[in-house]
């Protein structure tokens, strides 16, 4: 019997701590809109790669995919001067971005040709090449000629002992994103969650969290080879984080939080477009149901209801063929009304020759620039830049807006800002 009521009691206590715990799991739970329109972003198997060295005896050729980021799902000898590599997405329906990136090299120099296989879907990005993973080289337009339905790319390739990285884009994997980020701000670095295969979503946390009441929000990779937005992302990055008077007046100003890799698994699995999930992130800010996504809403808005701090501005930065910028429509009034209209203005007259690509819409689809609207009443920009747009301009472009961006938002509501404005017009800095 005194068992038997111990057990009860037990149980009655565990109820009783579990109802308490629901209650303030409850109350603390977090506000998230919801689009009318969701997408079904609940998770789709995908396919892997095998990961392998193809031996190519006759030709004394060595093809590899055996390095985060590579994409590479078969290769096979055509003759003694051809091999066909293969690339598939990790499932689909997919959009155009066939990605591809493998390591070739010989037991002596001399030139191949590497057919690129896109299978059903066509070539999109240019070819380029390195030894290192630093420096990258495109290959000449001469050295290489696509099919005319497009689903192949023939490139004249010259190979040697040393390893040749051949790769849609330049490589930056999830190692590659920490160490920038730990460069950067050591201090300021948290994990916080984990993809779906376990690997880190790091955030830069920058500001006085005890004291400011704005937060502009930064994005980066929600789709894998967007590697020429993430590279107008760090420029635009370490440009607030620079030592110069408006990026610290900025940083006293502002609370910063930095997503630059929303999608690791993605990336380091050389994916053409989804998380290891099977989805598209950036159609996931409705239902959350992608780890990614949901970590980094959590973030977000824990972060700012914790802190009282409100999100004015969110920029999520992507590639895709040419620049553009994705802007909410006028109609869509968010607490910094007219700041992108100053912002594109103030980029466009620092760029010598440069016209902004503005594309204002609505709120359709479960995008995270729609979120930092419908979430916060914040201004939402998705920072779109071309594949092959030259890099030397990605940087400059990204250090320019991100000047432009801090004058805007440091001079608010200011006499200053005003007559900045004024200067704009005039034709002045
Ligand atoms: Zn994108």
């Known amino acids: 019997m005194k068992n038997i009521l111990s057990k009860t009691f037990r149980f009655s206590c565990c109820a009783l701590l579990l109802c308490f715990c629901y209650a303030c799991s409850t109350s603390k739970k977090l506000t998230y809109y919801e689009f009318p329109k969701p997408i079904d972003t609940k998770e789709k198997a995908i396919n892997y790669q095998t990961k392998k060295t193809y031996s190519f005896s006759e030709m ?15 290769c096979k000898m055509v003759d003694e001067h051809t091999i066909i590599a293969t690339m598939s997405p990790e499932n689909t329906p997919i959009n155009a971005s066939a990605y591809y990136a493998m390591q070739i090299w010989s037991d002596e120099a001399k030139t191949i040709q590497v057919i690129l296989n896109y299978t059903e879907h066509k070539h999109r990005y240019l070819p380029k090449t390195s030894t290192n993973r630093k420096d990258w080289t495109w290959v000449d337009s001469t050295q290489f000629v696509v099919s005319p339905d497009e689903k192949q790319c023939t490139v004249t390739l010259p190979v040697s002992p040393t390893k040749t990285y051949l790769a849609a884009q330049e490589l930056v994997t999830s190692t590659d994103v920490k160490a920038w980020c730990e460069a950067l701000a050591k201090d300021d670095i948290y994990t916080i969650g984990k993809s779906k295969l376990g690997r880190d979503i790091d955030a830069l946390q920058l500001g006085d969290f005890g004291k400011l009441k704005d937060a502009i929000v930064i994005m980066s990779r929600q789709h894998p080879p967007e590697v020429s937005g993430f590279f107008a992302m760090q420029a635009f990055v370490e440009e ?13 100003k502002y609370v910063i939080l930095v997503y630059p890799l929303i999608n690791p698994d993605g990336v380091d699995l050389g994916h053409w477009r989804h998380s290891a999930g099977g989805i598209d992130l950036n159609r996931d800010w409705a239902f959350y149901h992608q780890p990614e996504t949901r970590a980094v809403a959590d973030d977000i808005l824990g972060t700012t209801k914790a802190h009282n701090i409100n999100v004015i501005l969110g920029i999520d930065f992507h590639s895709t063929w040419h620049d553009v ?16 209209d100053y912002w594109l203005d103030g980029i466009e007259h620092r760029i010598e020759g440069y016209e902004v690509n ?42 320019v807006s991100a000047q432009e961006m801090m004058k805007l938002l440091v001079f608010k509501d200011s006499e200053s800002r005003r007559e900045m404005n004024v200067k704009h017009a005039e034709g002045g800095q």
Do not use: C
Request: charged share 30%; no cysteine; aromatic share 14%.
């Open 60 to 74: 004394g050729v060595y093809v590899s995919n055996e390095f985060d980021g590579a994409r590479l799902n078969d």
């Open 240 to 252: 607030i984080m620079a030592d110069t008077p408006l990026s610290k007046a900025f940083r006293e």
């Open 325 to 340: 910028y994705y802007t909410m429509v006028d109609s869509l009034r968010s607490d910094i009304p007219k700041f992108k």
């Open 358 to 399: 503005e594309k204002p819409s609505g709120l359709r689809t479960p995008v995270s620039k729609g979120w930092f609207y419908a979430q916060f009443n914040a201004e939402g920009i998705t920072y779109e830049i071309g594949d092959e747009t030259d890099r030397d301009f990605i940087k400059l472009k990204g250090k």
